[in-house]
């Protein structure tokens, strides 16, 4: 390739000719083939999918889908199973729906899980909680994920509460299928999104959550909505510097770390987290596959961190590092927007979640789809429960 401003060539050579070639002074440079990517963009959506791809993030109404998400592969964590550990799944909601040829739904990418119910439908989401945290991670239009796998492991009740007892079970549980799930070829790994919390410490949790990590799997967990140290709980307790957990904390478009999240040394990142929309199970108190909502808490940043987990591992071509969360771990943080959050972090890093496409913003789309909505709007930010509680 020649032009009267530059001569370019293409060769195939090892290293050390790399190096002689570049030691040459009247070559400028010798470097390795780079992949190159389009930038894809879909429109309409929450602002929490523009405040993750863009350096920019998100401004305005909130409350508008005017919002632009950018990503740079149609995979959208295609081949990865996200275990949404929580109080189910409305499995036949519309965003959850893989379209024919049609465009009409032939199938649901929510595979029912572990579930302590034994009952006709057990992995079904009589509370909504779920439903909505599955949305965020991987619902079409309103996900990051677009394209992943959900499985439903339902360890809450309908009320949102639960014990202990049924999340070790649910997690052991999890952690048995993704051995399984290791030898299938089309396999390209496991992320673990639980948004609860215990009202303290659990050993007995935190060795178990220690476990499914070691075992491979990507866990993202809620920080908690008290306004306090998030150490002081598990499993956000498992987050920080010395584990390849990541604990997430809540913050709103305006770049303000929500007054509810919990903050401290054992928060590794801020995601979107207030005036979250996203799929819900009810209209006017009728079940619906088409009913939204928007929700607040650190429950609602959690799952975001969750889609990005799996939007990264969808486009990690090693194998071997799908199977590393410490390594995820790092890349997720060294992705994320520095010094852009304003409110006291505790001891936290400075860090807002992003998926490293890196788009420009457009807030001049189309408005909402007022059809999707829950005209409700319910507002979740801390519901103290029996034993558990989101």
């Known amino acids: 390739m020649e032009n009267s401003e530059f001569a370019a060539y293409v060769l195939r050579a090892g290293s050390h000719c790399a190096d002689a070639l570049n030691a040459m002074s ?59 550990v929580d109080t189910g799944v409305r499995s036949t909601h519309a965003i959850f729906q893989v379209p024919g ?33 599955a949305g965020t991670a991987a619902g079409t239009r309103f996900g990051v994920a ?60 935190d060795r178990v959550v220690r476990a499914a ?47 509810f999240s919990n903050i ?23 079940p619906s596959d088409e009913a939204l909502n928007f929700l607040a808490g650190t429950s609602m940043a959690c799952p975001h961190v969750s889609g990005v987990m799996a939007y990264l591992l969808g486009l990690e071509e090693n194998a071997s590092l799908r199977q590393d969360p410490a390594a995820l771990k790092a890349r997720l943080l060294s992705l994320g927007r520095e010094n852009t959050l304003r409110g006291q972090t505790g001891g936290s890093a400075n860090l807002l979640l992003s998926n490293g496409a890196n788009g ?5 789309l189309q408005a909402r789809d007022d059809q999707f909505l829950d005209k409700r709007f319910n507002f979740i930010v801390a519901s103290e429960k029996t034993q558990l509680r989101y």
């Open 213 to 259: 990590s070691d075992a491979g799997i990507h866990i993202s967990v809620a920080a908690g909505n008290d306004g306090a140290d998030a150490c002081q709980n598990t499993p956000a307790s498992n987050g920080g510097q010395n584990s390849a957990v990541v604990s997430v904390g809540a913050m709103n478009i305006n770049n303000q770390i929500a007054s």
């Open 101 to 133: 040829p049609d465009g009409q739904p032939t199938k649901s990418r929510v595979t029912p899980g572990f579930s302590f119910l034994d009952t006709p439908n057990p992995t079904n989401d009589g509370d909504g909680h779920g439903t909505h945290c």
């Open 264 to 286: 401290g040394k054992c928060v590794d990142i801020y995601a979107p987290g207030e005036d979250v929309l996203s799929s819900w199970i009810e209209i006017n108190g009728q």
């Open 146 to 205: 677009q394209n992943a796998n959900i499985i439903a492991v339902k360890v809450l009740g309908d009320d949102g509460s639960g014990s202990s007892a049924d999340t070790i079970e649910g997690m052991s549980w999890i952690i048995n299928r993704h051995n399984q799930r290791k030898t299938e070829s089309n396999f390209k790994g496991s992320v673990m999104s639980m948004s609860w919390g215990l009202s303290s410490v659990s050993r007995t949790v």
């Open 360 to 364: 420009s913003p457009n807030s001049t």
């Open 26 to 84: 009247e070559i400028a440079a010798v470097e390795e083939k780079i992949e190159v990517r389009t930038f894809l963009q879909k429109t309409r959506t929450p602002w929490g999918l523009q405040e993750i791809s863009s350096d920019q993030g998100a401004s305005g109404n909130p409350r508008s889908q005017s919002f632009t998400y950018t990503f740079d592969s149609e995979t959208l964590g295609d081949g990865v199973d996200i275990y949404v």
